[in-house]
């Protein structure tokens, strides 16, 4: 009996011994395997910097945290989606005289959706009818080869889906306005990577700026250090470019649905935001303040679900309703 006792007791430790020797043997199995995952991503991250298209990843609506979406980080300004022949050469080796001829002949067209034609929105635009003057839209399709779109994820996404070869911009996911000066995440065509904001205003030359900031800072507490960054971003760009017109864009609406998730991101904090741009417009006085919001939204201030996947960045159909209102909402100086 004792004989017995025994075996059955070293029988299973025997079994116990073997089931920690098969668990070490899945563990390294796993570590070698997740290794070796690591090792291919790594290469073909490397093999995909400075490309146009850049790597595919995955980021969350706005950078704020809601369900996450696929999305495109550019290495690169984009080049964009344009159905013309399109030099292989870099932008800017391209001369305006080649994109604007690019453009000559294009017909813009904005595909229909639930909101009515661009050119019947009115507005809540401000500017000092001392300084500047509306022009009758719309404007040649020319006029965005002098003009540079700056700001965050939404900006990209204008910029990709505006279907235009000589669209330009300075933009990047999550950049807020407390980020121009530090954040060197801005590419320049022709001209490498690693530039700030304020780095890429000073080596290139633009005759119209359009800033589109403030999804990313609906988070913060005090609305006044948001308009103080993007007033010292603007001293800044008049400082360097005097003869520049400058737009400061309210920020676009959210959807109704979207903005029912959040008590932070949502249509309510998106319109005292635009109430601080506004005055922050007429305290200065100096640039435009562009209500863009007004071309994509629906009676009620929020921005269509048809209109986003997420109900933060416009689809292709929005992007262009924006950019023809760009052309019917263009300003001179007097």
């Known amino acids: 009996m004792a004989y017995r006792r025994y075996s059955s007791e070293r029988f299973k430790k025997n079994r116990i011994k073997r089931k920690l020797q098969l668990l070490f043997i899945y563990l390294l199995f796993a570590v070698l395997i997740i290794s070796l995952c690591q090792v291919l991503y790594y290469k073909v991250t490397e093999k995909n910097k400075g490309k146009k298209g850049g790597i595919i990843k995955y980021t969350v609506a706005a950078d704020i945290g809601r369900k996450p979406v696929g999305y495109i980080d550019y290495n690169i300004m984009i080049t964009h989606q344009f159905s013309g022949d399109i030099p292989v050469e870099s932008p800017s080796a391209v001369s305006d005289a080649d994109l604007n001829a690019m453009v000559k002949d294009l017909s813009y067209e904005v595909p229909d959706t639930v909101l009515g034609p661009v050119e019947d929105v009115v507005p809540s635009n401000w500017y000092d009818e001392n300084l500047y003057q509306k022009v009758d839209g719309p404007v040649d399709l020319t006029y965005f080869t002098r003009a540079c779109f700056i700001g965050d994820s939404r900006t990209e996404g204008l910029i990709l889906y505006a279907g235009l070869p000589n669209i ?104 005292m935001f635009n109430d601080e741009l506004l005055n922050m417009c007429k305290e200065r006085g100096d640039v435009i303040y562009l209500d863009s919001a007004a071309a994509v939204a629906d009676e009620n201030g929020y921005l269509p679900e048809e209109a986003s996947s997420d109900g933060i960045h416009c689809d292709v159909n929005y992007v262009k309703r924006l950019v023809q209102f760009y052309r019917y909402n263009t300003f001179e100086k007097k």
Do not use: H
């Not at 700030?196 to 290139?204: G, M, P, Q």
């Not at 359009?210 to 609906?218: C, K, P």
């Not at 400082?239 to 029912?260: F, N």
């Open 168 to 271: 330009n911009g300075f933009a990047y996911k999550g950049l807020s306005v407390d980020k121009l000066s530090s954040d060197k995440v801005i590419s320049i065509p022709g001209m490498g990577s690693g530039y700030t904001c304020y780095e890429a205003i000073k080596v290139t030359d633009y005759d119209a700026y359009y800033l589109m900031f403030g999804v990313n800072e609906l988070g913060w507490v005090y609305t006044d250090i948001f308009t103080e960054n993007l007033s010292n971003f603007i001293d800044y760009i008049k400082s360097v470019k005097p003869d520049a017109i400058i737009y400061v864009q309210s920020i676009l609406p959210v959807s109704l649905s979207s903005s029912q998730k959040s008590d932070v991101y949502n249509q309510d904090r998106v319109n």
